[in-house]
């Protein structure tokens, strides 16, 4: 398990996927609009994940931040800010290009016939060292905003590289940083699963390397219930999360806290001690949770890696909040994953495997949507 994602320097280039089958007049291109060009009129939006407006554009760093806005013409186009980043552009659901560290400036969307369509900007990569900033969606040229209605149903994802979607696209375990920034790709993991399969808004509040008392081999660094209250990783603004009321929170953590030997000078004397902090401070940290969405299920999952000793751990915690009268957490372990992405992690079909078993837990829970 990688203690985090370092942004290697690597070529600021702009990488097109082939255009898809959405409607089309001709080829979907998302091209530099020249420097002379205006954005055009801003589209109303759709919001995944934690934002810090500063003027025009917005700072992000929690991992899985998607806009998406709606429009009536040929043409759009986003402003992307500063800050290395690989971002999915989408027309209609189909994704229609990938830009891996693209230059700040405007991009315009052309080749769409004429019409109603749905553009989505989707963050991949992880941005553990700084934020990005992004400056929204445009209808260009002839094209008119529409409005996107929000979503029914909300799903907040807290974790750790398992949740990120870390090397997620990678096909092989050995891997330069470089090569795991570029192969993460949180909107193919288990948040964009699910909110694809249940037409979802949803949140990624996620950090590789880190866990609930202790991160990864003991490096120093906050822990993900220390980093949850806050916009970004410095700390310098708490989260503005009032609007935001998730049905399900789905909380994968304990990788980091016991995939490796204490080390000499850790303050848990023996694996007895950090268990029982673990435990503790797990439930403290669902509780306040809790305290916050009253109505949501919460389902804490885990691997069967280090000899079971991450799935016994999250179900004691499951189990005492249980038994305190909590009734909407529940427990999933998720065995037999192949782990085959950069540094023994979950692949993109392992990710699916994931998606299945809290699926098959919204399933069996069929009050999850309605708060009951």
Same mark, same amino acid.
């Given at each position: 398990m990688a203690q985090g994602m370092k942004i290697a320097a690597a070529s600021a280039a702009l990488m097109l996927v082939g255009a898809a089958p959405v409607p089309v007049a001709g080829p979907v291109t998302v091209t530099p609009a020249p420097a002379t060009a205006a954005p055009g009129r801003p589209l109303p939006m759709r919001i995944g994940g934690r934002v810090v407006r500063q003027g025009t554009m917005a700072q992000r760093q929690w991992p899985g931040t998607y806009w998406e806005g709606a429009f009536r013409g040929q043409q759009a186009m986003f402003r992307v800010g500063a800050g290395d980043v690989v971002l999915n552009v989408s027309v209609d659901g189909t994704r229609v290009a990938r830009l891996v560290k693209p230059q700040p400036g405007l991009y315009a969307v052309a080749g769409l016939r004429r019409g109603r369509h749905v553009l989505r900007v989707d963050v991949a990569s992880e941005s553990q060292s700084a934020p990005t900033a992004f400056g929204g969606l445009y209808a260009a040229g002839s094209a008119t905003p529409l409005p996107l209605s929000p979503r029914a149903r909300r799903i907040e994802f807290i974790g750790d590289s398992h949740t990120v979607g870390y090397a997620n696209t990678s096909t092989r375990r050995d891997c330069t940083d470089a090569e795991v920034w570029a192969t993460t790709d949180t909107s193919q993991g288990i948040g964009g699963v699910l909110g694809r399969r249940y037409d979802a808004e949803y949140r990624v509040n996620?950090?590789?390397?880190?866990?609930?008392?202790?991160?990864?081999?003991? %490096?120093?660094?906050?822990?993900?219930?220390?980093?949850?209250? %806050?916009?970004? %990783?410095?700390?310098?603004? $708490?989260?503005?999360?009032?609007?935001?009321?998730?049905?399900?929170?789905?909380?994968?953590?304990?990788?980091?806290?016991?995939?490796?030997?204490?080390?000499?000078?850790?303050?848990?004397?023996?694996?007895?001690?950090?268990?029982?902090?673990? @435990?503790?401070?797990?439930?403290?940290?669902?509780?306040?949770?809790?305290?916050?969405?009253?109505?949501?299920?919460?389902?804490?999952?885990?691997?069967?890696?280090?000899?079971?000793?991450?799935?016994?751990?999250?179900?004691?915690?499951? @189990?005492?909040?249980?038994?305190?009268?909590? $009734?909407?957490?529940? %427990?999933?372990k998720v065995p037999g994953l192949a782990l085959s992405a950069c540094h023994y992690h979950p692949s993109t079909d392992d990710d699916r495997r994931i998606a299945d078993a809290v699926a098959s837990y919204v399933e069996a829970h069929p009050g999850v949507w309605s708060g009951r």
């Open positions: 996620a950090i590789s390397g880190r866990g609930i008392v202790r991160n990864y081999d003991g %490096f120093a660094g906050d822990t993900v219930p220390i980093a949850y209250p %806050f916009a970004l %990783f410095d700390k310098g603004a $708490r989260a503005d999360d009032a609007g935001w009321h998730p049905q399900l929170i789905v909380i994968a953590l304990g990788t980091n806290d016991f995939s490796t030997q204490l080390r000499s000078g850790e303050r848990w004397a023996n694996r007895a001690a950090l268990h029982a902090d673990y @435990e503790s401070t797990y439930v403290g940290f669902v509780r306040r949770l809790r305290a916050a969405h009253p109505r949501a299920h919460i389902l804490l999952w885990a691997t069967d890696m280090a000899e079971g000793e991450i799935a016994a751990e999250t179900q004691k915690v499951a @189990e005492r909040l249980r038994a305190t009268g909590d $009734r909407r957490v529940g %427990f999933v």
